[in-house]
């Protein structure tokens, strides 16, 4: 156990390493953020911030001598400045486990060797691979090999000239092509795992989205209860197969008659489990700081139905013209919760915060976010 009082430390200055820094701090230990930005999210509440790139050796040689184990907040970090930082002290999660949910063609060959099902796909690296695309896989999504995420980086195409005309929009990287499935809903399963290779999980979250970003997360799930455990059990089998240590979050597709195929994962909280913060006795946030504290996991039982709704930088604009969203009026509805993120700037597509509401049923939460829905002049969750 590393005692409260000593230093933990967090790659990345958004709003993940903000949430991560408050809940480290409420267990008493202090935080170092390492992020290039002057006014970052993160160290704004941080104890120090080492302000330097993610491959600045000098400051990671810095970080590691102030900071007992180190973790990250975005799926991207160098798996090299991850591997430079295991030398001098605790990191998770480790290189390989981020390498490997980085790049979409390692991740589907990792689910497939768990056992577990993904959608039929092929890896396009060059040129040549174009003509090698079965009709089969028609219509289907293009998506880049890695650095791809809220929608960015995807391409829907309908026959097979598409597929080059969309490869070229890409910028010819490497991509995966994936089969248009008849999906019901998207859902997400957040596990925790430690370093003694015990792991729980959260309740499975119902994810909604639009223009490829989440918008809205219902939890519990509206999925038969043998399809939420299906999910439950799958993502603590990646956990286990890649002997992760930290928060990793997977998403699954659920097809007609339960069948269930897995999306991507993010080795790292997730906008999808958001919820915990106010509807379950420990969050995904807590969850992290205890896994690098070395301390022993908290409850993920969950207090409450809720909902969560995804704040974006759109709210605070009317036709062009700054405005503020009316977060008085949410505020004022039972059971919710705001969080912003103290960002400064706010823009079209930037996470500026989220609202969890909770209810005394799912029924009754999903009615209370409708309200605040309304009032934000949000699509209400369906």
Same mark, same amino acid.
């Given at each position: 156990?590393?005692?409260?009082?000593? +230093? %933990?430390?967090?790659?990345?200055?958004?709003?993940?390493?903000?949430?991560?820094?408050?809940?480290?701090?409420?267990?008493?230990?202090?935080?170092?953020?390492?992020?290039?930005?002057?006014?970052?999210?993160?160290?704004?509440?941080?104890?120090?911030?080492?302000?330097?790139?993610?491959? !600045?050796?000098?400051?990671?040689?810095? %970080?590691?001598?102030?900071?007992?184990?180190?973790?990250?907040?975005?799926?991207?970090?160098?798996?090299?400045? %991850?591997?430079?930082?295991?030398?001098?002290?605790?990191?998770?999660?480790?290189?390989?486990? &981020?390498?490997?949910?980085?790049?979409?063609?390692?991740?589907?060959?990792?689910?497939?060797?768990?056992?577990?099902?993904?959608?039929?796909?092929?890896?396009?690296?060059?040129?040549?691979?174009?003509?090698?695309?079965?009709?089969?896989? %028609?219509?289907?999504?293009?998506?880049?090999?890695?650095?791809?995420? !809220?929608?960015?980086?995807?391409?829907?195409?309908?026959?097979?000239?598409?597929?080059?005309?969309? +490869?070229?929009?890409?910028?010819?990287?490497?991509?995966? #092509?994936?089969? +248009?499935?008849?999906?019901?809903?998207?859902?997400?399963?957040?596990?925790?795992?430690?370093?003694?290779?015990?792991?729980?999980?959260?309740?499975?979250?119902?994810?909604?989205?639009?223009?490829?970003?989440?918008? &809205?997360?219902?939890?519990?799930?509206?999925?038969?209860?043998?399809?939420?455990?299906?999910?439950?059990?799958?993502?603590?089998?990646?956990?286990?197969?890649?002997?992760?240590?930290?928060?990793?979050?997977?998403?699954?597709?659920?097809?007609?008659?339960?069948?269930?195929?897995?999306?991507?994962?993010?080795?790292?909280?997730?906008?999808?489990?958001?919820?915990?913060?106010?509807?379950?006795?420990?969050?995904?946030?807590?969850?992290?700081?205890?896994?690098?504290?070395?301390?022993? #996991?908290?409850?993920?039982?969950?207090?409450?139905?809720?909902?969560?709704?995804?704040?974006?930088?759109?709210? +605070?604009?009317?036709?062009?013209?700054?405005?503020?969203?009316?977060?008085?009026?949410?505020?004022?509805?039972?059971?919710?919760?705001?969080?912003?993120?103290?960002?400064?700037?706010?823009?079209?597509?930037?996470?500026?915060?989220?609202?969890?509401?909770?209810?005394?049923? *799912?029924?009754?939460?999903?009615?209370?976010?409708?309200?605040?829905?309304?009032? *934000?002049? #949000?699509?209400?969750?369906?």
């Amino acid at each position: 156990m590393i005692e409260p009082g000593d +230093w %933990l430390g967090v790659l990345g200055g958004g709003q993940l390493g903000r949430m991560f820094c408050m809940a480290a701090q409420s267990l008493g230990y202090r935080v170092c953020v390492l992020d290039p930005g002057a006014d970052s999210p993160a160290g704004a509440v941080a104890d120090r911030q080492i302000r330097a790139d993610y491959n !600045d050796a000098q400051a990671l040689a810095q %970080l590691a001598a102030l900071c007992r184990a180190v973790t990250t907040e975005f799926e991207n970090v160098p798996a090299g400045s %991850l591997e430079r930082l295991a030398r001098d002290c605790a990191v998770s999660p480790r290189a390989d486990a &981020a390498a490997i949910a980085q790049d979409r063609r390692l991740e589907k060959g990792f689910a497939r060797h768990c056992g577990l099902e993904v959608a039929r796909y092929r890896v396009i690296e060059e040129e040549a691979d174009l003509d090698q695309v079965e009709r089969s896989l %028609l219509p289907g999504v293009l998506k880049s090999a890695r650095l791809g995420y !809220d929608g960015k980086g995807q391409a829907r195409v309908g026959r097979a000239d598409g597929v080059r005309r969309a +490869w070229d929009s890409l910028g010819r990287v490497p991509c995966v #092509l994936e089969q +248009w499935l008849p999906i019901e809903t998207e859902v997400s399963v957040i596990v925790a795992r430690g370093r003694d290779g015990r792991s729980v999980t959260f309740p499975v979250a119902e994810n909604q989205h639009r223009d490829g970003i989440l918008a &809205a997360s219902i939890v519990p799930a509206r999925v038969e209860a043998a399809v939420a455990l299906q999910a439950r059990a799958a993502a603590t089998t990646m956990a286990e197969r890649l002997d992760y240590v930290g928060v990793l979050c997977v998403e699954f597709f659920v097809l007609p008659y339960g069948r269930l195929l897995v999306n991507e994962m993010a080795p790292r909280p997730h906008n999808s489990g958001h919820y915990s913060i106010d509807a379950c006795v420990s969050s995904q946030f807590d969850q992290q700081a205890r896994i690098l504290a070395e301390l022993p #996991l908290g409850d993920t039982h969950q207090l409450a139905p809720a909902v969560m709704l995804n704040l974006l930088g759109d709210l +605070w604009f009317d036709q062009g013209r700054p405005r503020l969203p009316a977060l008085d009026a949410v505020a004022a509805i039972d059971g919710a919760c705001p969080h912003l993120y103290g960002k400064l700037e706010a823009r079209p597509g930037r996470k500026m915060g989220h609202v969890t509401i909770l209810g005394t049923s *799912l029924d009754d939460a999903l009615e209370r976010a409708g309200r605040a829905a309304a009032a *934000l002049g #949000l699509e209400p969750a369906r």
